[in-house]
Nanobody
Framework: QVHLVESGGGLVQAGGSLRLSCAAS????????MGWFRQAPGKEREFVAA????????TYADSVKGRFTISRDNAKNTVYLQMNSLKPEDTAVYYC?????????????????WGQGTQVTVSS
Protein backbone atom coordinates (compact mmCIF):
# COMPACT_ATOMS: atom_id res chain seq x y z
CA GLN A 1 0.00 0.00 0.00
CA VAL A 2 1.20 3.49 -0.88
CA HIS A 3 0.01 6.43 1.20
CA LEU A 4 -0.26 9.83 -0.50
CA VAL A 5 -0.53 13.31 0.97
CA GLU A 6 -1.16 16.35 -1.24
CA SER A 7 -0.40 19.95 -0.38
CA GLY A 8 -0.13 23.33 -2.04
CA GLY A 9 -3.69 24.11 -2.99
CA GLY A 10 -5.30 27.46 -2.36
CA LEU A 11 -6.98 30.53 -3.81
CA VAL A 12 -5.33 32.38 -6.68
CA GLN A 13 -6.39 34.96 -9.23
CA ALA A 14 -6.69 34.09 -12.88
CA GLY A 15 -3.30 34.19 -14.54
CA GLY A 16 -1.55 33.23 -11.34
CA SER A 17 0.42 30.13 -10.40
CA LEU A 18 0.33 27.37 -7.82
CA ARG A 19 2.55 24.38 -7.14
CA LEU A 20 1.02 21.20 -5.81
CA SER A 21 3.05 18.53 -4.07
CA CYS A 22 2.27 14.90 -3.38
CA ALA A 23 4.42 12.92 -0.98
CA ALA A 24 4.32 9.14 -1.13
CA SER A 25 5.11 6.78 1.72
CA UNK A 26 4.82 3.08 2.36
CA UNK A 27 5.58 0.65 -0.49
CA UNK A 28 7.22 3.31 -2.63
CA UNK A 29 9.51 0.76 -4.26
CA UNK A 30 6.45 -0.46 -6.13
CA UNK A 31 5.75 2.87 -7.85
CA UNK A 32 5.43 2.76 -11.64
CA UNK A 33 3.70 6.04 -12.37
CA MET A 34 2.15 8.95 -10.53
CA GLY A 35 -0.59 11.17 -11.78
CA TRP A 36 -2.79 14.14 -11.02
CA PHE A 37 -6.53 14.19 -11.51
CA ARG A 38 -9.10 16.84 -10.69
CA GLN A 39 -12.80 17.01 -9.99
CA ALA A 40 -14.89 20.14 -10.24
CA PRO A 41 -18.32 20.41 -8.58
CA GLY A 42 -20.92 18.50 -10.51
CA LYS A 43 -18.38 17.02 -12.89
CA GLU A 44 -16.61 13.71 -13.21
CA ARG A 45 -13.02 13.25 -12.14
CA GLU A 46 -10.68 13.98 -15.05
CA PHE A 47 -7.07 13.26 -15.86
CA VAL A 48 -4.61 16.15 -15.66
CA ALA A 49 -1.07 14.79 -15.95
CA ALA A 50 1.06 11.73 -15.27
CA UNK A 51 4.74 10.83 -15.07
CA UNK A 52 6.60 7.55 -15.16
CA UNK A 53 8.45 7.13 -11.88
CA UNK A 54 11.71 5.70 -13.23
CA UNK A 55 11.68 7.43 -16.58
CA UNK A 56 11.07 10.79 -18.17
CA UNK A 57 7.81 10.13 -19.95
CA UNK A 58 5.02 12.55 -19.17
CA THR A 59 1.43 12.86 -20.38
CA TYR A 60 -0.91 15.85 -20.16
CA ALA A 61 -4.54 16.56 -20.77
CA ASP A 62 -5.03 18.88 -23.72
CA SER A 63 -6.67 21.45 -21.46
CA VAL A 64 -3.47 21.96 -19.45
CA LYS A 65 -0.72 21.46 -22.04
CA GLY A 66 1.70 24.35 -22.08
CA ARG A 67 0.45 25.63 -18.71
CA PHE A 68 1.03 22.77 -16.27
CA THR A 69 4.23 20.81 -15.66
CA ILE A 70 4.50 17.54 -13.77
CA SER A 71 7.81 16.56 -12.22
CA ARG A 72 9.13 14.21 -9.56
CA ASP A 73 11.86 13.91 -6.99
CA ASN A 74 12.59 10.23 -6.53
CA ALA A 75 14.78 10.82 -3.48
CA LYS A 76 11.88 12.52 -1.72
CA ASN A 77 9.20 10.21 -3.17
CA THR A 78 7.37 13.35 -4.20
CA VAL A 79 5.61 14.43 -7.37
CA TYR A 80 4.85 18.05 -8.20
CA LEU A 81 2.38 19.85 -10.41
CA GLN A 82 3.43 23.37 -11.37
CA MET A 83 0.35 25.22 -12.58
CA ASN A 84 0.84 28.49 -14.46
CA SER A 85 -1.58 30.80 -16.27
CA LEU A 86 -4.42 29.46 -14.17
CA LYS A 87 -7.98 29.90 -15.37
CA PRO A 88 -11.27 29.87 -13.45
CA GLU A 89 -12.09 26.57 -15.18
CA ASP A 90 -9.08 25.01 -13.43
CA THR A 91 -10.99 25.30 -10.14
CA ALA A 92 -11.35 21.81 -8.69
CA VAL A 93 -10.18 19.41 -6.04
CA TYR A 94 -6.88 17.99 -7.26
CA TYR A 95 -5.99 14.41 -6.43
CA CYS A 96 -2.68 12.62 -6.60
CA UNK A 97 -2.68 8.95 -7.56
CA UNK A 98 -0.18 6.15 -8.10
CA UNK A 99 -0.01 3.14 -10.34
CA UNK A 100 2.06 0.19 -9.16
CA UNK A 101 1.88 -1.85 -12.36
CA UNK A 102 3.19 -1.08 -15.87
CA UNK A 103 0.96 0.81 -18.24
CA UNK A 104 0.34 4.21 -19.77
CA UNK A 105 -3.42 4.46 -19.42
CA UNK A 106 -4.86 7.72 -18.11
CA UNK A 107 -8.00 5.96 -16.96
CA UNK A 108 -8.43 6.66 -13.26
CA UNK A 109 -9.44 3.03 -12.71
CA UNK A 110 -5.88 1.92 -13.52
CA UNK A 111 -4.45 3.86 -10.56
CA UNK A 112 -4.16 1.97 -7.29
CA UNK A 113 -3.91 4.52 -4.47
CA TRP A 114 -5.26 8.05 -4.06
CA GLY A 115 -4.59 11.03 -1.86
CA GLN A 116 -7.26 12.96 0.01
CA GLY A 117 -7.26 15.87 -2.46
CA THR A 118 -6.39 19.54 -2.24
CA GLN A 119 -8.66 22.40 -3.27
CA VAL A 120 -7.57 24.80 -6.00
CA THR A 121 -9.75 27.85 -6.56
CA VAL A 122 -9.06 30.33 -9.34
CA SER A 123 -10.95 33.60 -9.16
CA SER A 124 -11.75 35.68 -12.23
Amino acid sequence: QVHLVESGGGLVQAGGSLRLSCAASGRTFSLYAMGWFRQAPGKEREFVAAIIWYGSSTTYADSVKGRFTISRDNAKNTVYLQMNSLKPEDTAVYYCAVRTHPGYSIDSRTFDSWGQGTQVTVSS
